[in-house]
């Protein structure tokens, strides 16, 4: 039996319209694995801020840097120092007397990003975690004094 013209013409309508919605959702949320790469990304910048909160708090106790995240183990409770991807360990490095760097790689670009990864301004913190996607080394320079607990 022969479908009729109208028929035909309201199936290839009803296609069109799907994969036009199916396309647009893509677009707007982007892919499966953009949001499994943000959803990283965002695991990466919660690491890195654990990792500067323990770094300020043995700067506060001690008065001095930790040498290597040896220093920071079984001391501020669990601090997650690997990559959640390629289980990598991520970078630090004493830059001066009272100044560090953390380093990751990232998979996404929120350079052009206004308000991402946003931390509360306490002193001595980064306000943004904006990232290329690549490997990005984020400066930090402790602004705590021994004996003053941070606000």
């Not at 009729?4 to 499966?32: E, Q």
């Not at 910048?45 to 506060?60: G, K, S």
């Not at 760097?101 to 991402?116: G, R, Y």
């Amino acid at each position: 039996m022969k479908q009729p013209d109208g028929l035909k013409i309201l199936i290839a309508i009803v296609v069109a319209a799907v994969v036009i919605v199916v396309g647009i959702g893509f677009y707007l949320s982007g892919t499966p694995s953009n949001a499994r790469a943000e959803k990283l990304d965002q695991q990466r910048v919660n690491d890195l801020t654990q990792i500067q909160n323990a770094v300020e708090n043995y700067y506060t106790t001690r008065n001095i840097l930790p040498k290597t995240f040896d220093d920071l183990k079984n001391q501020y409770g669990y601090i997650e120092l690997v990559d959640p991807l390629t289980h990598e360990q991520y970078e630090y490095r004493e830059t001066a007397t009272t100044a560090y760097e953390l380093c990751a790689t990232f998979q996404t670009d929120t350079t052009n990003e206004k308000q991402t990864f946003v931390r509360p301004k306490y002193p001595g913190f980064e306000p943004l975690w904006q990232h290329p996607a690549e490997k990005k080394c984020f400066s930090h320079t402790v602004r705590v004094k021994l004996g003053q607990p941070m606000m």
